[in-house]
């Protein structure tokens, strides 16, 4: 078992900065990809960035070029720095982890997913 907890969330301004911090915590051993996500009202959930355990990153083009995802893996932490945040950005923002577990091994492609409990972001005009 993984837990994700997200923090780092709260109110800013059009153009102001976030940094949101994801902490894994438990069997994290065989964690692989983690990304940022995000769903608005009325809206389905989305990717926004990804980051391989190689530090290999994929964005969506909505946030490429303000958002930046990192890791520690040393820490077992996944970061998404926002930049020039703007209204439609207010969401609330969650990560989630692949852990390619199965049973005794780290199997690729494999094992299942975790998510947090997500952090609000809101972008006030």
């Known amino acids: 078992q993984v837990q994700l907890v997200e923090s780092g969330g709260g109110l800013v301004q059009v153009g102001g900065s976030l940094r949101l911090s994801c902490v894994a915590s438990?069997?994290?051993?065989?964690?692989?990809?983690m990304g940022w996500y995000r769903q608005a009202p009325g809206k389905q959930r989305e990717l926004l960035a990804a980051?391989?355990?190689?530090?290999?990153?994929h964005y969506a083009d909505s946030v490429k070029g303000r958002f930046t995802i990192s890791r520690d893996n040393a820490r077992d932490t996944v970061y998404l720095q926002m930049n020039s945040l703007k209204p439609e950005d207010t969401a609330v923002y969650y990560c989630r982890a692949d852990d390619t577990r199965v049973q005794h091994m780290c199997v690729p492609g494999a094992g299942t997913n975790y998510w947090g409990q997500g952090t609000q972001v809101t972008v006030s005009s």
């Open positions: 980051i391989s355990s190689e530090h290999v990153t």
């Open positions: 438990g069997d994290t051993i065989c964690i692989s990809t």
